[in-house]
């Protein structure tokens, strides 16, 4: 892959980030509007119900009036400070059920569609007369807010909705001595009003369902826009470099037949060559030959390049150990430049078996060529079939391999395997292609298996018994 196509992937990925980061601070952004929209307008609807309900304020006068004659006791010095809030507890917790089931009438009156639970917390109670002022409770880090009225619920699982404070001057008579007397204090009780809500996030995400499936939308079509072109683009590339190569190949392919020919015809041109019956012979011999090669390059290129819909097969009935026994012969023949150690695993069979003969020949011979092709050595081949639902044929080499990268595009029409460590190996790149097609056309499947410099197993399986 070159540099620029390297650098525009990186571009593009980086751009499909930089967007997907904005819209996600956007939805980010959207949740939060949405969430303070929605827990706003819940405020807003149970506002003042604890001030507008006259039973839920009759509730609240019962526990403020309690509360006031128990400091009034620990004023006159009747009970200590701690026994204040103790008694006060006590009293709550006798008139929170009817509390909450008063608070959770109105809550049906103003129709709020989910669940909704409501708790007051005390946050402070100070205590102020003519001499000093007295801390009855303060909420801080290690003492927590304590339970007023309402349900129960953690801090953290609620959403605090306002604070209310309660401020009072108190006269109550009391007689010492015989003379009666007046005694006052200020009461500050600071208390802090929450909501939890069942499902608040689901409610809120509901509200941005239609913004969220249109943004995912949105992403998967860039995604796949982008994906779709730069895989597109990587394509085009590959197949202008096939092409290029392609090209080279041919022509390096065509070059050695045309240039014999030249040479060929200047000798015919000669007068003294044509009184030489001989070399005459030879001469016209030798452009026989170059002219049967250049149409074999021919009709590889039109014949190679047809698809498995485009090959209309002849099937015949075989018998296995003389059919593919014979292949091999032809085969051995006809690559005597190079020493093969051959080992033949052919049994004796009784199968029916139909194929094509000439096309299987042909895809057989591409592979067993292949084979010969990429060895730096001593070729060592493995040929083996195996009949039981398919015809299994397994043919092994110890040539330099193919690496796993390679193999994904091996079968591709102009496809070379890259031979940096064997020189001149010629070949136009439609072998393979030509021999899957083959396979396909017998409804078959071709499978390769292969590591570098440990040699290569090809797999052939075309069903039984289709004609």
């Known amino acids: 892959m070159s540099r620029k196509i390297t650098i525009l992937i990186i571009i593009s990925v980086l751009g499909l980030i930089a967007l997907s980061t904005i819209q996600a601070y956007l939805i980010n952004n959207t949740y939060k509007l949405k969430k303070n929209s929605f827990l706003k307008e819940t405020k807003k609807v149970i506002s003042r119900i604890d001030d507008l309900s006259p039973e839920l304020d009759s509730i609240n006068d019962v526990w403020q009036d309690y509360f006031l004659s128990v400091v009034s006791e620990y004023k006159l010095k009747k009970i200590k400070k701690e026994d204040v809030l103790r008694l006060f507890r006590q009293k709550l917790d006798t008139i929170n059920k009817a509390y909450k089931d008063v608070y959770k009438q109105e809550l049906q009156i103003k129709k709020i569609p989910f669940h909704l639970q409501f708790q007051k917390r005390v946050k402070t109670i100070i205590v102020r007369d003519s001499v000093l002022n007295d801390t ?28 209310s404070l309660w401020q009072t001057e108190h006269f109550f008579n009391v007689i010492e001595n015989g003379n009666e007397m007046e005694i006052s204090f200020n009461l500050y009780f600071e208390t802090e ?58 022509t390096h392919e065509l070059k050695t037949p045309l240039a014999t020919l030249s040479i060929a015809t200047k000798i015919l041109a000669n007068e003294k060559i044509k009184k030489q019956p001989e070399i005459l012979n030879n001469t016209i011999n030798t452009i026989e030959r170059q002219n049967k090669r250049l149409q074999k390059l021919i009709d590889q290129v039109l014949t190679n390049s047809l698809g498995y819909n485009e090959i209309k097969l002849t099937k015949e009935k075989i018998n296995p150990q003389v059919y593919f026994n014979t292949v091999l012969d032809d085969f051995l023949l006809s690559v005597k430049e190079k020493t093969i150690n051959l ?116 797999t052939i399986k075309i069903p039984m018994n289709r004609r």
Do not use: C
Not at 220 to 234: Q, T
Not at 348 to 368: C, G, M, P, S, W
Not at 385 to 402: C, R, W
């Open 343 to 458: 080992i033949r695993e052919i049994p004796v069979l009784n199968h029916e078996v139909f194929i094509d003969k000439f096309y299987l020949t042909t895809a057989l011979f591409n592979i067993l060529e292949n084979a010969v092709k990429y060895n730096d050595g001593a070729v060592m081949l493995n040929f083996s079939i195996v009949i039981k639902e398919q015809l299994i044929i397994s043919i092994s080499d110890n040539g330099i391999g193919i690496s796993e990268q390679q193999q994904q595009l091996l079968f591709d029409k102009f496809y070379r395997v890259n031979t940096q460590e064997l020189h001149n190996v010629s070949g136009l790149g439609l072998g393979l292609y030509y021999s899957q097609q083959i396979i396909k056309a017998h409804q078959g499947e071709i499978i390769v298996k292969s590591s570098t410099k440990e040699g290569t197993t090809f």
């Open 136 to 163: 009855l409770f303060v909420s801080t880090g290690k003492i927590p807010k304590f339970h007023l009225l309402g349900d129960s619920f953690t801090e953290e699982e609620s959403y605090k909705t306002s604070n």
């Open 193 to 250: 009003e929450f909501i939890n809500i069942n499902g608040w996030k689901r409610i809120v995400f509901n509200q941005m369902k239609g913004l969220l499936i249109a943004s995912f939308l949105i992403f998967l079509v860039v995604f796949g826009l982008l994906y779709y072109s730069i895989k597109n683009l990587i394509t085009q590339k590959k197949i202008a470099a096939i092409k290029t190569d392609f090209v080279n190949n041919i």
